[in-house]
């Protein structure tokens, strides 16, 4: 089933007196359960394709659907309205509250949400788990490593059940072994069928995906299946 779809999506910028264009006409569909990284160098559009998958910037020209509704024309508030309700973000930072322990910081899109506080604190403690920390829960982020803080930020990500995992560089600032443990994590929440993507400019990164987007100079260079996807 189709979770992405962009139709001839162009986003332009003015920036002084000179016109970017971003992107320039993109089309693409990303499965439900598939897990994409999408590449590109500095300059390519690879994070404005992210923005605009993820909601945060609206195109200027063309349409994107999202889990079957229009997105392309909604305003700000709409857009904020779908963030919440169909996308996790994982950020190369983590964006966590330092006064806050595991457990609250999993907590916040669900006290955003309106829910009750048993029901979320059990949701949060089951996201908590899902990523290996049932036994963290009460520690704040300044007593964890940094792979645990990100193991962390994926559960806040994951906690509303949103359509689609979006990471931003999530391993830029893990060391390589701690790296490979979180992208061994998005496997394994990969092969659970969360739908993932994740936006990196490193390549041993983007091979632990499924299908690899190279994006330059706002256009898509490549579409590539790799791995068992490709076998199949």
């Known amino acids: 089933m189709t979770l992405i779809r962009l139709e001839k999506i162009s986003r332009r910028y003015q920036m002084g007196t000179e016109l970017v264009h971003a992107l320039r006409e993109v089309s693409v569909e990303i499965q439900r359960g598939e897990y994409v990284a999408i590449m590109g160098p500095s300059g390519s559009g690879k994070s404005t394709l992210m923005n605009l998958v993820g909601c945060l910037d609206s195109p200027t020209s063309g349409r994107y659907e999202l889990n079957g509704t229009d997105v392309s024309q909604m305003d700000d508030n709409q857009l904020a309205e779908v963030r919440n309700r169909e996308i996790g973000f994982v950020f190369q ?94 496997e394994d929440l990969s092969r659970k069928g969360n739908t993932i993507i994740v936006v990196t400019h490193e390549e041993e990164i983007a091979r632990h995906a499924r299908r690899i987007l190279r994006i330059r100079d706002g256009l898509i260079a490549s579409d590539e299946l790799i791995g068992a996807a490709a076998a199949s």
């Open 93 to 186: 930072t983590f964006n966590l509250l330092p006064r806050s322990n595991a457990l609250h910081n999993v907590e916040l899109p669900l006290i955003y949400g309106g829910m009750g506080g048993v029901e979320r604190r059990r949701t949060a403690l089951e996201a908590l788990a899902q990523v290996g920390l049932a036994d963290r829960v009460h520690h704040r982020p300044n007593e964890l490593s940094g792979g645990q803080r990100q193991r962390v930020a994926v559960a806040r990500a994951l906690v509303n059940n949103p359509s689609i995992l979006l990471a931003d560089e999530p391993t830029g600032n893990l060391d390589s072994k701690t790296g490979t443990e979180i992208m061994a994590l998005f």
